[in-house]
T-cell receptor, first 111, second 112 residues
Framework: QKEVEQDPGPLSVPEGAIVSLNCTYS??????FMWYRQYSRKGPELLMY????GNKEDGRFTAQVDKSSKYISLFIRDSQPSDSATYLC???????????FGTGTKLQVIP | EAEVAQSPRYKITEKSQAVAFWCDPI?????LYWYRQILGQGPELLVQ????????DSQLPKDRFSAERLKGVDSTLKIQPAELGDSAMYLC??????????FGQGTRLTVV
């Protein structure tokens, strides 16, 4: 079993839709949770970072963490064609441990 | 805005040749990572430095890959000899607190 599971998609939605992206994990030592956006042939760009259960909002993006269920989500409101990219969840247990990534979900927002 | 610098952006090499990638992390970031990303997959850690010391190289194929960060600032990743299966994106990232990591644009390697 992989430490982090993420549906690779692809996920196609119409412009303006609410998008829900999810990851599950098995290692309860993970304490820090990140979402990255990666455009084709580019490096990952950090979108959201949180270290606690609950919600964190930044503009159209909301990160949600449920440590009891080992489940994390990224919601995108009013999705735009420019949001079309691969979204990677990433987890870390702190203490100079490595950052472990999901496989990424490819999102396409159709105008 | 500070960013992680990587070079070259693209590299094509013949199998059995040597190839090297360079990374300059964000100033002040003590933690530096090298990741490999195969198309359609998430990044996988090759090596992690804390200052000039290696803290995790468990997934680095040491028979052909080497990495160094001599002064605890910039870093070089080398492959010798390159194999066809090494074709991938090589990503460097740095972190101030060993939690969130910031990535460079990567080096896309093609081995022919």
């Amino acid at each position: 079993q992989k430490e982090v599971e993420q549906d690779p998609g692809p996920l196609s939605v119409p412009e303006g839709a609410i998008v829900s992206l999810n990851c599950t994990y098995s290692n309860s030592a993970f304490q820090y949770f990140m979402w990255y956006r990666q455009y084709s042939r580019k490096g990952p760009e950090l979108l959201m970072y949180t270290y606690s259960s609950g919600n964190k909002e930044d503009g159209r993006f909301t990160a949600q963490v449920d440590k009891s269920s080992k489940y994390i989500s990224l919601f995108i409101r009013d999705s735009q064609p420019s949001d079309s990219a691969t979204y990677l969840c990433a987890l870390n247990s702190g203490g100079y441990q490595k950052v472990t990534f999901g496989t990424g979900t490819k999102l396409q927002v159709i105008p | 805005e500070a960013e992680v610098a990587q070079s070259p952006r693209y590299k094509i090499t013949e199998k059995s040749q040597a190839v090297a990638f360079w990374c300059d992390p964000i100033s002040g970031h003590a933690t530096l990572y090298w990741y490999r990303q195969i198309l359609g997959q998430g990044p996988e850690l090759l090596v992690q430095f804390q200052d000039e010391s290696v803290v995790d190289d468990s997934q680095l194929p040491k028979d052909r890959f080497s990495a160094e960060r001599l002064k605890g600032v910039d870093s070089t990743l080398k492959i010798q000899p390159a194999e066809l299966g090494d074709s991938a994106m090589y990503l460097c990232a740095s972190s101030l607190t060993s939690t969130e990591a910031f990535f460079g644009q990567g080096t896309r390697l093609t081995v022919v």
